[in-house]
């Protein structure tokens, strides 16, 4: 079954860039989406088809998706972006979840 | 604005079938570009992907839940379901519902319910 492969935790200092990465099979050639998990609250998607963004998301996110890496990318890191973020693609109409990262922003 | 709402015992039993119901307002469910799914996160764990469906009645599911797993769509009620069978205590999770978009995004989703497997 397809698997998708995410870093357990990134830090980032307020007001710089965090990086999230996953990586998966020729992920480049498949849609690849981005959601936000905050303790107590349900899942938000902050970009999907690589790299749109949905409206009321802030345009300090933004994906890109190439080769077997998709990224996700925080500018400017808040506070409020301290969560977990789950990237997620499709394998012939079934959801793959990566298995998320816990971002710290200190 | 579309609301969806998952309900169901926060219990089951042991070898037993977990049952809960998603109602989805604001919005029919009758929609042919869109599909409704059911995703779960256990514990200290990260979300797993169960099923989803289409209105016209085409199913897929998680290959590792070894089909225990059935969802059903209730045109009439405007809800969908999921069954999943001969649970043990790796099934207890908060449970979520969702809608996959005709973009291929998941959004929204449901507030997630905490059902717990044990005796």
């Known amino acids: 079954s397809y698997e998708l492969t995410q870093p357990p935790s990134v830090s980032v200092s307020p007001g710089q860039t965090a990086s999230i990465s996953c990586s998966g099979d020729k992920l480049g050639n498949k849609f690849a989406s981005w959601y936000q998990l905050k303790p107590g609250q349900s899942p938000v998607v902050v970009i999907y088809q690589n790299s749109m963004r949905p409206s009321g998301i802030p345009d300090r996110f933004s994906g890109s998706n190439s080769g077997n890496t998709a990224t996700l990318t925080i500018s400017g890191t808040q506070a409020m972006d301290e969560a977990d973020y789950y990237c997620q693609a499709w394998d012939s109409s079934t959801g793959v979840f990566g298995g998320g990262t816990k971002l710290t922003v200190l | 604005q579309l609301q969806l709402q998952e309900s169901g015992p926060g219990l089951v039993k042991p070898s037993e079938t977990l049952s809960l119901t998603c109602t989805v307002s604001g919005g029919s469910i009758s929609s042919s570009s869109v599909s409704w799914a059911w995703i779960r996160q256990p514990p200290g764990k990260g979300l797993e992907w169960i099923g989803s469906?289409?209105?016209?009645?085409?199913?897929y599911y998680n290959p590792s839940l070894k089909s225990r797993a059935t969802i059903s769509i209730d045109t009439s009620k405007n809800q969908f379901s999921l069954q999943l069978s001969s649970v043990t205590a790796a099934d207890t999770a908060v449970y979520y519902c969702a809608k996959r978009t005709q973009l291929w995004s998941i959004d929204p989703w449901g507030q997630g319910t905490l059902v717990t497997v044990s005796s």
């Open positions: 469906m289409y209105y016209s009645g085409n199913t």
